[in-house]
Antibody
């Protein structure tokens, strides 16, 4: 079975950084792409970016360019999302999510999600 | 970026009703559209991809249609477990964008 298990909730002060981990199992990690999506309290879904695992290529939403870094550790099948210069409006649940891939192509829709990590930014 | 507009933002319905949710893209996305269901405190769950393909394990009362800019999610014979929020997502190009969501509530 496919599993994406994220790190626990975190509280940060404005200006700090947070690093969320996403440990995966049940599939060949390097054959897939991982997106990160966040959801502020009571709000909708916001895509932050994605990483192509086999080569490390990334695409970030313009809104997060310069503040976010997505990486992976293929030895542990774990993806990471690092967000810097945190502000109060970064308070949200952050999800890692596996994009759907076949033997020949990957697609931008998401077939498996992590359980979410609540990041609270407060002084 | 491609903007996704979902309507309505909320709908009240009864068990057994048919519910239709629409999603409009700001420009053509062919059939690169997905639909998700999200329940409170849970991650979203993929229902439909490629506009009309039912994800494995999803009940057949869910169906999707459309292409280009206009898409529809239909839930036939609404069940108690279907009361949730639904999101569309364009999968045509990065950045991926989501609709604002439609909350299906109990009438």
């Amino acid at each position: 079975q496919v599993h994406l298990v994220q790190s626990g909730a975190d509280v940060k002060k404005p200006g700090a950084s947070v690093k969320v981990s996403c440990k995966t199992s049940g599939f060949t990690f390097t054959n897939y792409e991982i997106s990160w999506v966040r959801q502020a309290p009571g709000q909708g879904l916001e895509w932050m970016g994605r990483i192509v695992i086999y080569n490390g290529n990334t695409n970030y939403a313009q809104k997060f360019q310069g503040r976010v870094t997505m990486t992976t550790d293929t030895s542990t099948s774990t993806a990471y999302m690092d967000l810097r210069s945190l502000r109060s409006d970064d308070t949200a649940v952050y999800y890692c999510a596996r994009q759907h891939c076949t033997s020949s192509s990957c697609y931008a829709h998401i077939d498996y999600w992590g359980q979410g990590t609540l990041v609270t930014v407060s002084s | 970026d491609i903007q996704m507009t979902q309507t309505p933002s909320s709908v009240s319905a009864s068990v057994g009703d048919r519910v239709t949710i629409t999603c409009r893209a700001s420009r053509g996305i062919s059939s690169w559209l997905a639909w998700y269901q999200q329940k409170p405190g849970k991650a979203p769950n993929l229902l439909i991809y490629a506009a009309s393909s039912l994800q494995s394990g999803v009940p057949s009362r869910f169906s999707g249609s459309g292409s280009g800019t206009d898409f529809t999610l239909t839930i036939n014979s609404l069940q108690p477990e279907d009361f949730a929020t639904y999101y569309c997502q364009q999968a045509y190009s990065f950045p991926v964008t989501f609709g604002g969501g439609t909350k299906v509530e109990i009438k």
